[in-house]
Structure formats: structure tokens, C-alpha cells
């Protein structure tokens, strides 16, 4: 099983800034199969980026991700009010699939 | 638009038994694998376990193999997941979740708004 950590656990930022979350994997994640969701309070989580670096129908392009192996980050260049929430990765190359344990982005 | 209506949650004892379902519009249902995710209070998400679209592939998450069963009926463009022998740690919202692949091991690109499921005497 691919066992995904993230972090920081929180990240408190001004609406305006950047914010940088890493989620690294316990072995190489294959093809890049790694996708990025938010979650705000009370809502189903929704899909921002898969493979990596793609991002899903609709998503601002201030979200964008990257890296590749074991080593993947979501960047958000400059935080919206509605952006703050928890941001999670999971892996999808094999099964199990799994989530990481969640980034909290809250309001400074 | 692609909806997602998860059903049967509610209160069960420890031991117990309960069947979710998931009912589906707005896509090719057939074309598309499924999933169930979950989430502890206050905790992430956990996935559990995931059907291709023809049924013929299931996967389990290992907290979960020889207690649940997912299932799918694509002639009435359902979902479903039958649970036993439920534990306390079994307590959670469950989310359905489509896939953006026929194949299981996919990304969820749509979710229903989840399902509550509490475990305890």
C-alpha cells in the first residue's frame, strides 16, 4: 500500500498569498497517477487536479501541481477567500488507493 | 450534470448489518467505474472500496475485505455496499464517488454529498 503524508498539517495564510503543500509517497507513484482534492466543512470533497499536474474541468488556474516519483506539490498562487479549506492528494496507480492525511489552509 | 444520491445510512449496533445505495443521473453509468470513500468524524478520507464499470473488478481497502460487498446494477444506474459485522471504527460519512476511468484505479472526479453511518449500542 502507498502510504502518502502530507504537509504541513496547517498553513495559516493571508488571502493574497501563496501557499505550497507537499504530499510525499512511500514509494514511486507510477505515471504520475496522483490527484489533488478540497474539502471545505459540510461538503463533498472536490477533484482540482489529477495526474499530477493536470487540473479537472473548472478548476482557476491559480491551482496548479507538479512533481513526479515520490515528491508532489499543490501550489495556489494567490489564496480567494473561498480557497480556504483542507486539501488532500491521493494515489491511484494500484489498488489500494489511498489518501493522504489532509492540509488545512485557514484564514491568518 | 452528473448527480450522485447516496441512501440507507442511520443508526446501527455494533455486529449489525446495513446496505447503502447510490443512485445516479446524468452519465453513461455503465461506462464508468465506481467507488465508496468514507470519513471518520473529524478525521480524512479513507477510501473502501471500488467497482469497474461492468462489474467484472473489485477492489477492497483491507479494514474492509470479507465485511463489505460493492455491488452495481447498471440497468438501474445504481450503486451499492453492503455492510457486516459493523465496528464502532466503521462509523463515518460514506461518499460515492465516479471515477473518471471505466478502471478502478482512477481518479473520483464527481461525489455524492455522503451518507451517515453510526455504529454503536
Known amino acids: 500500500e502507498v502510504v502518502l503524508t502530507q504537509s504541513p498539517g496547517t498553513l495559516s495564510l493571508s488571502p493574497g498569498e501563496g501557499a505550497t503543500l507537499s504530499c510525499r509517497a512511500s514509494q514511486s507513484v507510477s505515471s504520475s497517477y496522483l490527484a489533488w482534492y478540497q474539502q471545505k466543512p459540510g461538503q463533498a470533497p472536490r477533484l482540482l487536479i489529477h495526474?499530477?499536474?493536470s487540473r479537472a474541468a473548472g478548476i482557476p488556474d491559480r491551482f496548479s501541481g507538479s512533481g513526479s516519483g515520490t515528491d508532489f506539490t499543490l501550489t495556489i498562487s494567490r489564496l480567494e477567500p473561498e480557497d480556504f479549506a483542507v486539501y488532500y492528494c491521493?494515489?491511484?496507480?494500484?489498488?489500494?488507493?489511498?489518501f493522504g492525511g489532509g492540509t488545512k489552509v485557514e484564514i491568518k | 450534470e452528473v448527480q450522485l444520491v447516496e441512501s440507507g445510512g442511520g443508526l446501527v449496533q455494533p455486529g449489525g448489518s446495513l446496505r447503502l445505495s447510490c443512485a445516479s443521473s446524468?452519465?453513461?453509468?455503465?461506462?464508468?467505474?465506481m467507488s465508496w470513500v468514507r470519513q471518520a468524524p473529524e478525521k480524512g478520507l479513507q477510501w473502501v472500496s471500488g467497482?469497474?464499470?461492468?462489474?467484472?473488478?473489485?477492489s477492497y481497502a483491507d479494514s474492509v475485505k470479507g465485511r463489505f460487498t460493492i455491488s452495481r446494477d447498471n440497468s438501474k444506474n445504481s450503486l451499492y455496499l453492503e455492510m457486516n459485522s459493523l465496528r464502532a471504527e466503521d462509523t463515518a460519512i460514506y461518499y460515492c464517488a465516479k471515477a473518471t476511468l471505466y478502471v478502478v484505479i482512477s481518479d473520483l472526479v464527481n461525489w455524492g454529498q455522503g451518507t451517515q453511518v453510526t455504529v454503536s449500542s
Open positions: 446524468g452519465f453513461t453509468f455503465g461506462n464508468y467505474a
Open positions: 467497482i469497474s464499470g461492468s462489474g467484472g473488478s473489485i
Open positions: 491521493q494515489h491511484y496507480g494500484r489498488s489500494p488507493l489511498t
Open positions: 495526474a499530477a499536474s
